[in-house]
């Protein structure tokens, strides 16, 4: 586990996972569920060095190349053990943190990463590949609003096609709530493109 703490000085423990001994596939499942991410990041654990030394970092990968190095060892873990007292302390947004700017253009590249932590999931087709899709769908839902925002119709209809697209594919499995993933893309999109458009992306009629 770890403490997350702000530049006011607001500090508050990680959400703990429920299980302390589990298999790479219900770790990171945990971990983007549970834990909104926080825990896929390579900070969070301590690595057989045998195993950590066969993976590399993907060099073109500017944003989340530690969590698909993660995902990777995960993916080939046979179990993994998680403590959840808190052994790391986190501070959030200090001066000069990447994560304080946002724009279409870093989206963009953590799409690219998320892309990636994907196709590693996807080989077992388990619960944390279905979370993937989940984070994927919501890093595309950014990125159409930020190209909204950016004035760049040509990159907000193209996002706004990814997110379509992945919404449904992960409204196939009960366990994400697909209710809850229609509201999040009502909320996100009913501004820009109208209720109706909305209404036909989730295939009613207008």
């Not at 586990?1 to 596939?25: H, N, Q, V, W």
């Amino acid at each position: 586990g770890f403490i997350r703490e702000t530049r006011k000085g607001s500090a508050c423990p990680a959400k703990a996972l429920k299980k302390k001994l589990m298999s790479g596939d219900e770790y990171a499942a945990a971990a983007l569920g549970e834990a909104n991410g926080m825990l896929l990041a390579v900070w969070t654990g301590l690595f057989p060095a045998a195993r950590a030394k066969t993976i590399r970092f993907r060099e073109d990968l500017p944003y989340g190349e530690d969590s698909l190095w993660l995902c990777e060892l995960l993916s080939q873990a046979g179990s993994v053990y998680y403590e959840p007292e808190p052994l790391y302390h986190y501070l959030i947004a200090r001066a000069g943190n990447t994560a304080t700017r946002v724009s279409l253009a870093k989206q963009e590249k953590v799409i690219r990463a998320a892309e990636a932590m994907a196709a590693v999931w996807k080989k077992n087709d388990g619960s944390a590949y279905h979370h993937v899709l989940k984070l994927l769908t919501d890093d595309e839902i950014e990125a159409a609003r930020l190209a909204h925002a950016e004035g760049q119709k040509e990159a907000f209809i193209r996002h706004r096609k990814r997110a379509r697209a992945l919404a449904t594919q992960i409204s196939r499995y009960d366990d994400l709530d697909k209710k809850e993933r229609l509201r999040r893309l009502l909320s996100a999109f009913s501004p820009i493109l109208g209720v109706n458009a909305f209404y036909r992306m989730k295939g009613g009629r207008s």
